[in-house]
């Protein structure tokens, strides 16, 4: 391996339950609008023709359990729960069962959002970046094998903000279904492992402050968690 100039980022790695091996973080593809109750608490509409996406730097994800402070350039901080598929076999333009063959394991996910922000850039048709890809704004939980959790059905999926219930849903009330979001994305992007897949958040989105903290969890999966610094 050749030298560098500077040191070379670490790459973050997640557990995975019954492994004693990591996952390692590759690239993380976010779905937009997934919930219909999420869109509509947002003010739009749901684009049934095909799912869409925007993308989130790995580097700036981190496990579960860490205390991070307000971030810069926003008054409006957001958090969203959300089902992560683990990817852990290459697939483009995968079939359903490829699709299906193509999924390493689930996990429980916060997507950190700048609302002001993103709303302001959407509204200007620009894109999220500021919004969305913010440092330490991907928050990742210990995953399970696939094999080990079942398909994506009914599961509960929920969020609390310093223990009062935010978000509750099910996972039955994702528009496109896990399978159905890895055969479209493959189209686009040679899926490889260690990618992973935002599932989209449902409603009950809202602002977290300094000194608050978030858990949120899916049925049979482990929970997620942060805390906001105190100023």
């Not at 957001?78 to 359903?96: C, D, N, Q, T, V």
């Not at 939980?141 to 094999?147: G, I, V, Y």
């Not at 099910?170 to 260690?194: D, K, M, V």
Request: glycine share 8%; net charge negative; with cysteine.
């Amino acid at each position: 391996m050749s030298p560098t100039l500077f040191p070379r980022p670490e790459q973050l790695t997640i557990p995975v339950h019954g492994e004693t091996a990591e996952f390692p973080v590759n690239r993380i593809f976010c779905v937009g609008r997934n919930y219909a109750a999420h869109a509509a608490e947002m003010g739009v509409e749901v684009d049934r023709e095909a799912p869409f996406y925007f993308t989130k730097s790995a580097a700036n994800a981190v496990l579960t359990g860490c205390e991070v402070p307000y971030p810069p350039g926003t008054e409006n901080f957001h958090y969203e729960m959300e089902l992560a598929l683990a990817i852990g076999a290459s697939a483009f333009r995968a079939s359903p069962e490829e699709a299906r063959a193509a999924i390493y394991g689930y996990g429980c996910a916060l997507d950190m959002t700048r609302r002001d922000l993103q709303i302001r850039e959407r509204q200007k048709q620009r894109p999220w970046d500021l919004g969305k890809d913010l440092e330490q704004g991907t928050v990742l939980a210990p995953f399970t094998k696939a094999s080990d959790w079942g398909p994506v059905a009914e599961q509960p999926i929920w969020l609390e903000l310093d223990g009062e219930i935010k978000q509750d849903a099910t996972l039955a009330e994702l528009i496109w279904s896990c399978e159905e979001i890895i055969c479209h994305l493959s189209c686009y992007y040679h899926l490889q492992p260690g990618d992973i897949i935002l599932t989209g958040t449902p409603a009950g989105v809202g602002p977290i402050l300094a000194g608050q903290s978030i858990k949120g969890g899916i049925e049979g999966l482990t929970s997620v968690s942060l805390k906001l610094c105190k100023e």
